[in-house]
């Protein structure tokens, strides 16, 4: 594999790192006007916001650990797992835990900063370099009553080393990157790539006023001279005016249901919030484009893993998405008009937050939710807004705010609330207990359940109902931006044209998840309907749009596209850099300039990720691909067997590796892979498919067709598997076998005309 000198690598990423530089410093010009001055400074004017900040969990978000602030026990305090013993204790005034360390050893080290206050509080331990990382056990905050006032681990389901990016020591529980941004105000990395370490800098530790608000220096020399030049100005100094509910009231009308005084026109307060109560990638951290959600960061849809097929929160997931689906979002609904913005409790307690706008006579009644009144069954949440657990300890409000649905349990496997308290229950308990109290079912918002469900397990008609979701105007701008997500697996030309219509639209979400549609289609039609889009008002959606038209589709530009494209790149270039300490920026630019022709930048990328993180396979198998086209798989080979070193349960990596032994004619060592990664991964039917064939080619047809039963039995709709499990039992003469199969490819494309004549044939094999 050829080597590049460590000089000419970082000579290389100085250059993109200059040249994003130079493109911040441009964007952010005007935003350096403005400078930030402190929560202190806001108190003068805004006393009871400020006394409210002060109680709020956002002043104590991080602080420097002290006496005041350590709220563990650290008075020889003991936790023992996986064989290791930590010991929490102080000396000489300093908080220390004795744990295992970055070589494995047991070691002393101080703790820097507490981090959060309830119903935990982690612990920050600085490392060389400038980086600080958080200790992965943690203190349980809440009340012995409750379960609390204990150490205990945030992974107690699995066993972490030092290397393991998991491990207190690894990249994932690294603060500068994970965690910083959302716990301090103006929070700057300043990542040195050439060293992989960090000059962290904030104006303030914790979350002050300015986070939110932005830098406050204008709008105090506005304080100071109120006639002055930012008198006329909507912020009066301010870049962003948070004032979406300014003269707006919710009333209740003669049906009970609640109606806002006038239509909500933005969503400025609830991107602000999105910051940071949203599963999202971060790409700028400038006053300027934070301010404005989508030209800093990438949210998440509601895609499988991190949500249900129904929209309820699965993995760590925040607010933000859920929010969105609800019928409170459509209607107006802000944070604000729940929460105290400046202390971030509930603006009143129990169902009064929900009485605001729903009328107790109507909702606080029996013939409503069924329960004893003042049970937690009578409480609005309970039902509408249930709890998932994180972190051990931190049960989560779902923000979907949505209709018990325990039918959909019974359908695929998605929790409902009923069962939350009444565990002891079933599903068809809870779904025939809502049918009998309502016979005439309100369905609620999340309309499209079925059809991500249906999508997310590649069933017959998935496709289909996925359009109908993504062209559906009545469904909230969530769902149909995820139903773009999910038809960008795989793209047909009925997808791309309705992706096309829709980058007419003007929300951000559906338009770059519409742009994922259309990255997959043919050059022309990129060429035909994405140039426009590289300048569009988000920095989102021109990265997007400039990512989609890199490669073939950039060679027909002309001068105005051209100089749009380059810009719109770089703002690409600037946001993978903006995370330059992690290895997924840097396959990302490896897979950039691979597509654009540029071999020697891609392999330089690829490494660099792969330093950052020897466990980070995506990057070997890219690097191995590259390595292999050069003609080198003998270094192809030895790049996978290094990944695979670092991360044997990788079964990417044992099927790269398995597919390079075949390449090489070693054909035991191959069947042994392909074998190791069916076993890693069972639920990545390509895998068994693979294997499967290879079983088949080697002269083992019935081993082959027993793998890809299996895989069907874990994946019954994997169209490669059908179809090669079909083509061997009809070798094996098994004609009503591989009718069956037939049969469900025929469902899944009933547009195949291949298909259709193969199952024809088949009807009469098996007669």
């Not at 044209?497 to 979400?509: I, M, S, V």
Request: charged residues 20%; aromatic residues 8%.
């Amino acid at each position: 594999m050829a080597r590049y000198p460590r000089n000419v690598i970082r000579a290389f990423y100085a250059l993109l790192l200059l040249v994003a530089g130079l493109f911040l410093v441009a964007a952010s010009a005007q935003a350096q006007e403005a400078k930030f001055v402190g929560s202190a400074s806001c108190a003068q004017c805004h006393k009871a916001e400020h006394k409210d900040w002060l109680n709020s969990h956002h002043a104590v978000a991080m602080q420097v650990a002290s006496d005041k602030t350590v709220l563990g026990r650290f008075d020889g305090a003991t936790f023992e797992k996986d064989g290791v013993k930590s010991t929490f204790f102080k000396k000489d005034g300093k908080f220390r835990v004795r744990t295992d360390g970055p070589d494995g050893k047991l070691a002393d080290f101080d703790i820097a900063y507490t981090f959060g206050v309830a119903p935990l509080q982690q612990y920050l331990i600085a490392l060389p370099n400038g980086r600080l990382q958080a200790l992965g056990i943690a203190w349980d905050a809440r009340p012995a009553a409750e379960g609390g006032q204990r150490w205990f681990h945030l992974y107690p389901d699995r066993k972490l080393g030092p290397g393991d990016p998991l491990h207190w020591t690894g990249i994932d529980q690294n603060w500068n990157y994970q965690c910083a941004w959302c716990h301090s105000t103006n929070l700057q990395k300043n990542h040195d790539s050439a060293t992989g370490g960090f000059h962290t800098t904030w104006s303030e530790i914790s979350v002050g006023c300015e986070a939110c608000h932005g830098p406050a220096s204008n709008h105090l020399e506005w304080a100071k001279a109120p006639g002055g030049k930012y008198a006329a100005t909507p912020g009066r100094g301010f870049a962003l005016s948070l004032d979406e509910r300014n003269k707006a009231a919710w009333t209740i009308n003669a049906a009970g249901q609640p109606v806002r005084s006038s239509p909500r026109a933005t969503a400025k307060e609830i991107e602000v919030c999105a910051g940071c109560h949203a599963r999202r990638q971060q790409f700028a951290a400038d006053p300027a484009e934070v301010g404005k959600l989508f030209d800093a960061f990438r949210p998440s849809t509601l895609a499988p893993g991190l949500y249900y097929p129904d929209g309820q929160q699965r993995d760590e997931v925040y607010n933000y998405a859920s929010f969105l689906q609800s019928k409170m979002h459509a209607a107006g609904v802000t944070c604000s008009d729940c929460h105290n913005p400046h202390s971030g409790k509930l603006k009143f307690a129990g169902n009064a937050v929900c009485s605001q706008c729903h009328s107790p006579a109507h909702y606080e009644q029996t013939a409503h939710h069924h329960h004893a009144p003042d049970s937690k069954g009578a409480q609005c949440v309970a039902c509408h807004m249930p709890t998932t657990t994180y972190m051990g300890v931190h049960a989560r409000q779902d923000h979907s705010m949505r209709i018990p649905r325990p039918d959909r349990t019974v359908a695929f496997g998605s929790p409902n609330a009923c069962n939350k308290c009444h565990a002891d229950k079933s599903a068809d308990w809870a779904a025939a207990a809502v049918k009998a109290w309502f016979p005439q079912p309100n369905p609620g918002a999340q309309s499209f359940a079925e059809a991500f469900d249906l999508a997310d397990r590649n069933a017959p008609g998935g496709r289909e109902a996925l359009m109908r979701i993504a062209e559906d105007g009545a469904q909230s701008p969530i769902a149909r931006a995820s139903a773009f997500e999910r038809l960008a697996r795989t793209p047909s030309p009925e997808a791309v044209e309705l992706a096309t219509r829709a980058l007419a639209g003007d929300d951000p979400n559906i338009v770059a998840s519409a742009i994922s549609v259309l990255s997959g289609a043919d050059v022309a039609t990129k060429s035909k309907v994405l140039p426009p889009l590289l300048r569009g008002k988000t920095r989102l959606v021109r990265m997007e749009a400039a990512r989609a038209l890199a490669g073939e589709p950039e060679r027909g530009f002309g001068p105005e596209d051209r100089a749009a494209f380059d810009k719109a790149l770089a703002e690409y270039v600037s946001g993978q850099l903006f995370n330059a300490e992690r290895p997924e920026s840097h396959a990302n630019l490896g897979s950039l300039y691979l597509e654009r022709g540029q071999r020697d930048a891609a392999r330089a990328a690829y490494e660099k990720a792969i330093a950052i993180d020897p466990t980070f396979t995506p990057a070997a198998v890219a690097l191995a691909e590259l390595t292999r086209r050069a003609g080198d798989e003998a270094g192809a080979q030895a790049i996978l067997q290094k990944a695979q070193a670092a991360n044997p349960k990788s079964g990417e990596v044992a099927h790269a590796l398995g597919l390079s032994y075949i390449r090489q004619k070693r054909l035991p060592d191959a069947l042994g892979k392909l074998r190791e990664a069916a076993g890693l991964e069972p639920n990545e039917p390509r895998f068994a498919y693979v294997y499967a064939i290879a079983l088949h080619d080697t002269g083992q047809p019935e081993a082959a067709i027993d793998v890809l039963k299996g895989a069907l039995a874990r994946q019954p709709y994997d169209r490669n598997s059908l179809s090669a499990l079909a083509s061997y039992e009809v070798e094996a003469k098994d004609f009503s076998a591989a009718l069956a199969h037939v049969e469900t490819l025929a469902k899944l494309e009933p547009e195949n005309a291949d298909i259709q004549r193969y199952l024809a044939a088949l009807r009469k094999m098996s007669q």
